[in-house]
Nanobody
Framework: EVQLQASGGGLVQAGGSLRLSCAAS????????ITWFRQAPGKEREGVSC????????YYADSVKDRFTISNDNGKNTVYLQMNSLKPEDTAVYFC???????????????????WGKGTQVTVSS
């Protein structure tokens, strides 16, 4: 069974930094993509960033581009989200989700994420 565990959230002042981790296990195929989502009260869920382990592509929402960086540790199937220059509007519960692939595909981050983990709270004070 695929399991995803997000961690690293907390309380930080505007302009500060946090590093989120997503530890994945139980993948049945070698190829995968992992997406960070976030959801704030009263707002729709937003895709923040995505990375795959086989085609080198990454995705960033316009709202976080140039501030957040996604990366992965292949040996541990762990994905990180380095968040810098945080703003109060970044406050949300952050989730990681995964898709797995039998073979190579084009733009794996465009596929639906079928496996979800529990979120970690990020709060940015003004």
């Amino acid at each position: 069974e695929v399991q995803l565990q997000a961690s690293g959230g907390g309380l930080v002042q505007a302009g500060g930094s946090l590093r989120l981790s997503c530890a994945a296990s139980g993948f049945t195929f070698d190829r995968w993509a992992i997406t960070w989502f976030r959801q704030a009260p009263g707002k729709e869920r937003e895709g923040v960033s995505c990375i795959s382990n086989f085609d080198g592509s990454t995705y960033y929402a316009d709202s976080v581009k140039d501030r957040f960086t996604i990366s992965n540790d292949n040996g541990k199937n762990t994905v990180y989200l380095q968040m810098n220059s945080l703003k109060p509007e970044d406050t949300a519960v952050y989730f990681c989700a995964a898709a797995v692939f039998l073979g190579a595909v084009v733009d794996p981050c465009s596929y639906g994420m079928d496996h979800w983990g529990k979120g970690t709270q990020v709060t940015v004070s003004s």
